[in-house]
């Protein structure tokens, strides 16, 4: 499985920004799909998970209301709008993809359930 983010950028306050991340080497549609951030000194953490039919997604409360996954199975491709961005949302932005079955749902994922990871893209937001 690879995995490829995009659309990283320098922004100032309140702009938006859609990341994109294409898989590749497996069956899109039977993996949910997640974005992952790391600010500078501070670990890796949850953004965002969407099941494999795109169906549920769920978010880490302080991007509830801003931030949008979506993915296109026909494409390979997920999403990550990021909309009224702030500065603390200033990180490197990563995708992740986990093997989704019917008995445990992308809401019970944790980190350790993501198998693979992409290479990460840079968002800075300034004030």
């Known amino acids: 499985v690879q995995l490829q983010a995009s659309g990283g950028g320098l922004v100032q306050a309140g702009d938006s920004l859609r990341l994109s991340c294409i898989a590749s080497?497996?069956?899109?549609?039977?993996?949910?799909m997640g974005w992952f951030r790391q600010a500078p000194g501070k670990e890796r953490e949850f953004v965002a998970v969407?099941?494999?039919?795109?169906?549920?997604?769920y978010y880490a409360d302080p991007v509830k209301g801003r931030f949008t996954i979506s993915r296109d199975n026909a494409k390979n491709l997920v999403y990550l709008q990021m909309n009224s961005l702030k500065p603390e949302d200033t990180a490197v932005y990563y995708c992740?993809?986990?093997?989704?079955?019917?008995?445990?749902?992308?809401?019970?994922?944790?980190?350790?359930?993501?198998?693979?990871w992409g290479q990460g893209t840079q968002v800075t937001v300034s004030s």
């Open positions: 992740a993809a986990g093997e989704e079955t019917d008995d445990y749902g992308v809401e019970y994922w944790t980190k350790s359930d993501f198998g693979w």
């Open positions: 080497g497996h069956i899109f549609s039977n993996y949910g």
């Open positions: 969407v099941s494999r039919n795109g169906e549920n997604t």
